[in-house]
Structure formats: structure tokens, C-alpha cells
């Protein structure tokens, strides 16, 4: 994802024992960028409280709240639809794996795969990994935002109607044979 939308960098060395909580909230210029990131009309509101706790071995605990509105449109009747944006993130920051790069490739190995769709799971918690010694917030809030969306957004009482090619279309292949039994007679 294109992190240029909602950039906003945090330094995890800076962020104390007891941890950090920040407020987030998408100005006009970013929520439009947003939109065109999501790949839809607009983004009319967009914020996020997060608290950051450092914990052993260089991983941080992300907690946040992530609340908004959003306009898309109906996969029926293409008419706008508000959505309300309300998603709990909960997450670990580690340091990346050896072989591991920024865009989620790893070195060839005995056991690891080059596939992109080969997913490593590394317990029942996401993970996301940080290089160097900062990680944005604002693309992995938009990462979020994306996957709570709902992928089929419809207007009150659109319906998909069944869709006939041709009126014209047999109701069984016997009844072409039946029309030509009797062109023969």
C-alpha cells in the first residue's frame, strides 16, 4: 500500500517504559488521499487513539481505536452509501525475521518459500515487523481501515436481480430436438 496517504512516522526508540498514547486524526488533504488509496468517493472523517508499550526483545504492543466515515458506493445500484468506520487494532511490532525485507519477501532457504501467498503464522496475535527504528502508523491504520470495510456495501432494499441473456433460450436441451423431430414431419 502506498504509504505517502496517511504518513506518520514514530520513532519507537523515543517511546518510554510506560509506553506512549497518541491521537491520530486525518486532516482534509490526507482523508482525500485516503479515499484514492481505498479506492473510494471519500473518506468524510478519520481518527484513531493509540497507546504504545515497549516490550521485551524489542517488540511494542499497538492498541487503538479507530473511528470515521466513509462514502462508498453500492455494488447494486452504484448510489452513495455511508459506512461508519469503528475498528479495535490490536497488534505486536517485532523486528524482522532474518532474510526478511520491507516488502514481506524472504531469502531462498531450505523451508522458506518465494511465494508471495505463502503466509508464515507466528501464533494467534498479528504481528507486523519495523526496520530501522521507526514505523508508520498511519499506513498500518489504513491497512486496517481497509480490511474492516465491507467488501459488499449496499443501499437499504437493493436487491440483485436474476439476469437473463436471451428471453429467446430454450428451457431444455430436449426441446431443441423436439423442434427438429417436428421440422422433420
Not at 517511546?15 to 490526507?30: K, M, Q, V
Not at 498511519?138 to 437473463?164: I, N, Q, S, W
Not at 433460450?169 to 423431430?181: D, T
Request: proline share 8%; charged share 30%; hydrophobic share 35%.
Amino acid at each position: 500500500m502506498n504509504t505517502a496517504s496517511f504518513a506518520k512516522p514514530l520513532r519507537l526508540v523515543e517511546i518510554p517504559a510506560s509506553g506512549r498514547r497518541l491521537h491520530l486524526e486525518a486532516n482534509p488533504a490526507e482523508r482525500e488521499k485516503i479515499a484514492d488509496q481505498l479506492g473510494i468517493p471519500s473518506v468524510d472523517d478519520l481518527s484513531a487513539d493509540i497507546d504504545v508499550t515497549p516490550m521485551a526483545g524489542d517488540h511494542y504492543r499497538v492498541e487503538a481505536k479507530i473511528s470515521g466515515h466513509v462514502t462508498r458506493r453500492c455494488v447494486v445500484t452504484l448510489a452513495p452509501v455511508e459506512e461508519e468506520v469503528s475498528e479495535d487494532v490490536s497488534l505486536v511490532l517485532r523486528p524482522p525475521k532474518p532474510g526478511e525485507s520491507r516488502d514481506g519477501g524472504g531469502e531462498a532457504s531450505g523451508d522458506r518459500s518465494n511465494d508471495p501467498f505463502d503466509v508464515e503464522v507466528d501464533g494467534a496475535e498479528d504481528t507486523e515487523p519495523y526496520f530501522g527504528d521507526r514505523v508508520d502508523l498511519g499506513a498500518l491504520l489504513v491497512e486496517y481501515v481497509a480490511l474492516g470495510l465491507d467488501p459488499y456495501p449496499r443501499v437499504a432494499g437493493a436487491e440483485f436481480k436474476e439476469h437473463v441473456e436471451d428471453d429467446t433460450a430454450e428451457a431444455s436441451p430436449f426441446a431443441v430436438l423436439e423442434r427438429l423431430k417436428q421440422q422433420r414431419n
